[in-house]
């Protein structure tokens, strides 16, 4: 078999501060630093230009594929014109996935959630002709399946999500973030997979922030005030109500929550539900995601004043009580800016993060008094210092680039062989 040099990585949208975007990042640093060159093609791109090849038609967002997108789901019969528009769809896709791996000369390609959450049927489709025509090597990294949305439900193309969501081809490798979803793939679509959770770069310790202590002012956090921090998007599953209800029940003179991120994809409902509850708990609700960008990313966003690590590192408390994740980048980045950390027990940390040994402070479902103690014993200096550095060393321990490396390359080894 040829050797492998050059891996393509193929998604809706590799930009910004999403949890696919931000792991394919730590994929393709984890690649090329033992070799490997990597390209992109997405709908949407932040990486090198030389490297990578966008097509407006592969985001999920493009205008006629979301149109086309809220015609197939909450609904159980296909129309003729929307069978031959995702074929249409799919040849011209196809025809521009054929032309990036002949660009570049690809060896591998990376479905980066592509063939898992059903959001551009379309590209989900060429993607997988493309692997069965070529039997170029592949790997599906997998983040979220349809069977983890309750919107992917009712549908009328259960035919397509059983061809390419995920397809099973001898080609593929298959690679999932938790143990929930191994076990799920390999019960529900009969398709034997490797476990990779979501990692950081915790072999290289954060660089003190110079801007910390400056967001600190701006917000109006004095010295000896405590800086609670809900680093997620504003969207339901990540329960920002609990957050507020630890805040108002800490009893500060000054009770306030500062969100990080901007609202999600799902509409605003649910950020004016948050801000009425807020007023009703008497906690000051602080959004600051028009002035924080990315970074450690492909391309960190300059124009605004502060990066999330600056974020990190004002914060002297991170809540994250959220319903349910498919790993959770925000404990891990908590961890890594070594700060105590609230945390609602849904499954997967449950299952794959809690059993480790991790010195948090955990709910579940609802907080209570002996949280609010608990966190208040956590934040004694003589146990913060000690918790805080387990945690780092846990955390480098099973969720590190060297556990992404040992695993990856491996996986890429088999094609060989």
Not at 54 to 82: C, N
Not at 307 to 328: C, K, L, M, N, R
């Amino acid at each position: 078999m040829k050797a492998i040099n050059r891996i393509g990585f193929v998604a809706t949208r590799i930009a910004g501060t999403d949890g696919v975007s931000l792991e394919t990042y730590k994929w393709v640093e984890v690649l090329e630093r033992n070799g490997y060159e990597c390209y992109a093609f997405a709908g949407e791109l932040e990486t090198p230009p030389e490297r990578s090849m966008a097509e407006p038609l592969a985001h999920f967002a493009h205008p006629e594929v979301q149109a086309l997108h809220d015609r197939l789901f909450g609904r159980t019969r296909r129309e003729l014109a929307d069978t031959q528009i995702i074929h249409h769809m799919t040849q011209k896709l196809k025809k521009r996935l054929y032309e990036f791996v002949g660009e570049f000369n690809l060896d591998l390609i990376i479905a980066e959630n592509a063939l898992a959450i059903p959001m551009h049927i379309p590209l989900g489709m060429a993607l997988t002709e493309l692997l069965a025509e070529t039997a170029i090597p592949a790997i599906a990294h997998h983040h979220d399946f349809k069977w983890e949305r309750d919107r992917f439900i009712i549908n009328c193309v259960s035919d397509y999500l059983i061809y390419a969501f995920p397809p099973c081809l001898p080609n593929l490798r298959h690679v999932v973030i938790n143990s929930a979803a191994s076990r799920q793939l390999a019960f529900r679509r009969g398709i034997s997979n490797f476990i990779i959770p979501n990692v950081f770069d915790f072999a290289t310790p954060p660089t003190p922030s110079e801007h910390a202590q400056t967001l600190r002012r701006q917000l109006g956090f004095a010295d000896d005030e405590l800086m609670v921090l809900q680093p997620t998007r504003i969207v339901p599953r990540k329960r920002i109500e609990r957050a507020l209800e630890l805040v108002a029940m800490m009893q500060m003179p000054k009770p306030r929550l500062v969100i990080s991120h901007l609202a999600g994809d799902e509409g605003d409902i649910y950020e004016e539900r948050i801000k009425e509850y807020a007023s009703q708990l008497g906690v000051e609700l602080i959004f600051i995601g028009e002035l924080v960008g990315p970074s450690r990313c492909f391309g960190t966003n300059h124009d605004r004043p502060y990066t999330i690590d600056d974020v990190y590192q004002a914060a002297d408390i991170v809540t994250y009580p959220s319903a349910y994740e498919g790993f959770g980048n925000a404990f891990l980045e908590a961890i890594y800016f070594k700060k105590p950390l609230v945390v609602n027990r849904y499954s997967i940390f449950i299952e794959d993060i809690e059993p480790l040994g991790f010195e948090v402070v955990a709910f579940e479902a609802f907080v209570t008094s002996e949280h609010v103690e608990a966190l208040r014993r956590l934040m004694k200096p003589h146990n913060l210092g000690r918790a805080v550095e387990k945690n780092y060393q846990l955390a480098a321990e099973h969720f590190s680039y060297e556990v992404l490396e040992k695993k990856l390359l491996w996986i890429i080894e088999t094609f060989a062989g």
